[in-house]
Nanobody, 123 residues
Framework: QVQLVESGGGLVQYGGSLSVSCAAS????????MGWYRQAPGKQRELVAT???????NYADAVKGRFTISRDNAKNTVYLQMNSLKPEDTAVYYC?????????????????WGQGTQVTVSS
C-alpha cells in the first residue's frame, strides 16, 4: 500500500505565505506526476498545480505567479509554496500522486490521495 502524508498548512493573514508538503511512502516502484488540489466549503475539488517527475509544472490560472510547486524525487516528496495568499485561497489542500506501486509484485500505476490539510487565509 502507498500513503501520502501531508504536512504544513494552517492560518495566515491576507498577503502572507505558507507552505505545504506531501511525502509518498510504502510499496513504491516509482512516482510519476504529483500535484495539489483544493476544495473550499460548498465547492468542488479543483486543480492547484501539478509537477511531473521531470519537473514540468502546470498551474491553475488563479494561483499563477503566487504559488510554486516543486518536488524532491529522492524523497518522493512534493512541496507547494504559497505566497500573496488571499481569503479565496482558503480550502482543504489535497496531495495527489500517480504511483507505480509493487503491491501486485509488479509495477502498476495507481492514483493516490492524501488526507488533506487545512489552509485558512484571514482578511
Amino acid at each position: 500500500q502507498v500513503q501520502l502524508v501531508e504536512s504544513g498548512g494552517g492560518l495566515v493573514q491576507y498577503g502572507g505565505s505558507l507552505s505545504v508538503s506531501c511525502a509518498a511512502s510504502g510499496n513504491i516502484f516509482s512516482v510519476s506526476t504529483m500535484g495539489w488540489y483544493r476544495q473550499a466549503p460548498g465547492k468542488q475539488r479543483e486543480l492547484v498545480a501539478t509537477i511531473t517527475a521531470g519537473g514540468n509544472t502546470n498551474y491553475a490560472d488563479a494561483v499563477k505567479g503566487r504559488f510554486t510547486i516543486s518536488r524532491d524525487n529522492a524523497k518522493n516528496t512534493v512541496y507547494l509554496q504559497m505566497n500573496s495568499l488571499k481569503p479565496e485561497d482558503t480550502a482543504v489542500y489535497y496531495c495527489n500522486a500517480d504511483v507505480f506501486d509493487n503491491r501486485d509484485y509488479r509495477p502498476v500505476l495507481r492514483n493516490y490521495w492524501g488526507q488533506g490539510t487545512q489552509v485558512t487565509v484571514s482578511s
